[in-house]
């Protein structure tokens, strides 16, 4: 068993970036998605947490619906 500490590096697909955090979205072994987040400062960080915890919202862009919709 090696001493050397257990990587932290997220592993995924890199999504955006908020107030000094890269904002990845991961894959877990069992095929469940999740958000990751390194920030580059506690305060960063604390900004995101902030922000999660206000509100989230969630939008459909409806003209992206409808081009997406088959014409019969």
Known sequence: ???EPETT???GEVVGKIGGCEIIVSITADGKKHFEAT???KEGRDE???IFDEEAILRVNPRAILEE???T
């Open 9 to 11: 590096e997220p592993k």
């Open 39 to 41: 920030c580059a400062s």
């Open 48 to 50: 995101l947490a902030a």
């Open 69 to 71: 919709t088959p014409t």
């Open 1 to 3: 068993m090696s001493d």
